[in-house]
């Protein structure tokens, strides 16, 4: 129902925030990134919303920027995973860092966050990971004469797609797998190596 909320900002807690929007104050339930990120009292925000209707409640769900709601709303796609854990989610990692975790079967990172035990961190991975994987090599593609020639495998294409993740194009994501890749790594090994070459 909307899209995003633009108002001052009254108040906020560790995980919510009040914005005024003409005389109406909107408790928004946030993470604690954005929380922490989104200003001071009396400033003029902007959150991105999500609105999650039950039988007896309505909550709104904000966030700083788009990449965060579009991993929001991913999570909360997932059986068993409910607002609340989505929130606890973006509480402990980055969009980036998550959709890392995803793509390369970090399931371990995942259950880290608050309310997310091995088994739904697992589910997770289970059923985002293609979601995630068609994302990354749909976004920012350039031409196909445009790409670094790499080795042939899935470890080194989901490398590449990893490191798009992290906001390589895929050219740079292409050339610094092409640098480090050897028979016998694994995907965190080679992701790894890569980001070593890229700092």
């Keep these: 129902m ?26 928004i339930y946030t993470s604690y990134m954005t929380a922490a990120n989104i200003g001071q009292s009396g400033q003029t925000v902007t959150l991105y919303t999500y609105m999650n209707v039950k039988e007896d409640e309505i909550s709104l769900f904000g966030f700083a920027s788009k990449e965060e709601l ?31 975790a995803v793509a390369t079967g970090d399931f371990k990172a995942i259950s880290k966050s608050k309310g997310v035990g091995p088994k739904l961190a697992q589910r997770i ?30 470890i080194s294409n989901d490398a590449v797609s990893a490191l798009m993740v992290l906001g390589y194009s895929s050219k740079e994501a292409a050339r610094l797998t092409a640098k480090v890749y050897k028979d016998g790594m694994t995907l965190e090994e080679t992701v790894r190596q890569a980001l070593r070459q890229g700092f």
């Design 125 to 154: 991975v289970l059923e985002l990971k293609d979601k995630i994987s068609k994302d990354i090599k749909s976004a920012g593609m350039e031409k196909e004469e445009d790409f670094e020639p790499i080795p042939a495998g899935y």
């Design 70 to 100: 579009s991993v929001f709303t991913m999570l909360i796609s997932v059986s068993g995973v409910g607002p609340k854990v989505g929130v606890a989610v973006l509480a402990s990692m980055a969009p980036s860092e998550f959709s890392l």
């Design 2 to 27: 909307f899209e995003y909320i633009k108002g001052t900002l009254q108040y906020k807690g560790t995980d919510f925030c009040v914005i005024d929007v003409g005389g109406i104050g909107f408790k």
